[in-house]
């Protein structure tokens, strides 16, 4: 286990944003996170890596959990002179053998050291997904990584964190709006539902069956 949330609840005022949601990470697992615009996907994975706090429930995590995280979009000046080798030392130096390695990682290498602004929406995200390996993470998480990218670019990705989760043997969280893709290539799905007050917030889905699961907790 790397991380596990049980009954877990974050509210603003008077409004449950999640709420009565059970979710675990383990080695080499994909977790997919769905559910529409405003359902407290983000939400819900901040909470899991302890950037917000919870109002009821509970979350462990395993001592000096290494997390690698790449966001939905980095919006970045078209006049900003960086290129893909200066991004991944942008906060931290690492060993030129590190980071040929994960840029390798994610087909990357070969591309040589070009601005960062010429990539297409695919290699760019495929450079932030580097760009979090190379701390060498126990939980990757994701947060919408095929966000502006085509069917394609969605399909190599993909495929690329198959790769990196069994190589690797990372958890992996992946926050997104696909089902389709969930239900085929999850190991768990936790669907995040837009609620009021003490209405349930999250099912579980069979990723084989497609049968929902209830979780824990009070209607």
């Not at 993909?158 to 790769?163: A, E, G, K």
Request: net charge neutral; glycine share 10%; charged share 20%.
């Amino acid at each position: 286990m790397l991380v596990k949330a049980t009954d877990m609840g974050v509210r603003r005022g008077e409004r449950w944003i999640i709420r009565h949601v059970d979710l675990t990470v383990d080695r080499g697992q994909l977790i997919y996170l769905i559910g529409a615009n405003g359902a407290g996907k983000s939400t819900c994975a901040k909470a899991i890596l302890g950037l917000l706090a919870i109002d009821e429930g509970s979350v462990e995590r395993i001592p000096a959990l290494k997390v690698g995280y790449v966001p939905q979009r980095l919006a970045l000046s078209p006049t900003l002179p960086l290129t893909v080798r200066r991004l991944m030392t942008l906060t931290e130096r690492f060993p030129s053998s590190r980071i040929e390695s994960a840029l390798a990682a994610v087909g990357l290498h070969r591309l040589g050291d070009p601005p960062v602004t010429t990539l297409s929406g695919g290699e760019f995200q495929r450079l932030l997904l580097a760009r979090a390996l190379i701390h060498r993470p126990d939980l990757l998480v994701l947060d919408e990584p095929a966000q502006g990218v085509d069917m394609a670019g969605s399909g190599v990705l993909l495929d690329l964190i198959q790769d990196i989760r069994r190589d690797l043997q990372c958890g992996v969280l992946l926050i997104s709006h696909d089902l389709h893709a969930a239900m085929s290539s999850g190991d768990d799905v936790v669907v995040l539902v837009p609620h009021e007050h003490d209405e349930r917030s999250v099912g579980l889905v069979d990723p084989y069956t497609g049968a929902a699961r209830q979780g824990s907790g009070q209607n």
